[in-house]
């Protein structure tokens, strides 16, 4: 059975007292080993059993360093403001590549905008995050 590879881009990270958490809008599936792979850059992976992996996209630069020292990682999750479970995690710092075809992977994450909001969508999320770059 392949791992199911679930994109997460709504998350918290939380700090009190040198302790670092996350907190997940995840629940159901039973833990075996987690893990969470870091490299100290845009994404993350939290592998929770043999089938799910979630991958967390857009952490924040300016916690990077901190996430990636974290020893360990508390894991919560939530789901509509209700605590489910924690556990903690070590973080495995390891590389985690970006995929070969990630033209084709933003080509569909695009297509998907595009499906969903309309075709002037994408229009209006590059003038509005990237406005230098609408002025060309």
């Given amino acids: 059975m392949a791992t199911e ?8 990270i939380l700090e009190y007292q040198k302790q670092m958490g996350i907190e997940l ?37 300016d916690i990077r360093a901190k996430l990636l020292a974290a ?34 992977v933003i080509d569909e994450m695009l297509q998907k905008i595009a499906d969903k909001y309309g075709e002037g969508s994408i229009q209006q999320m590059i003038n509005k995050f990237w406005p230098n770059e609408a002025k060309k």
């Avoid at 590879?5 to 918290?12: G, L, S």
């Avoid at 833990?31 to 952490?59: E, M, P, Q, V, W």
């Avoid at 556990?87 to 995929?99: A, K």
Wanted: with cysteine; charged share 25%.
């Fill in 5 to 12: 590879k679930i994109w997460v881009e709504h998350f918290n």
């Fill in 25 to 61: 809008p995840i629940k159901g599936e039973p833990i075996r080993s987690a893990s969470f792979l870091y490299d100290g850059r845009n994404c993350a992976i939290l592998i929770k059993n043999k089938t799910k992996a979630y991958i967390l996209t857009n952490i924040a630069y």
């Fill in 71 to 104: 020893k360990p990682l508390i894991v919560i999750e939530m789901t509509d403001d209700e605590f489910y479970q924690g556990y903690p995690v070590e973080v495995t710092n390891i590389s985690i590549p970006y995929p070969d075809n990630l033209e084709s």
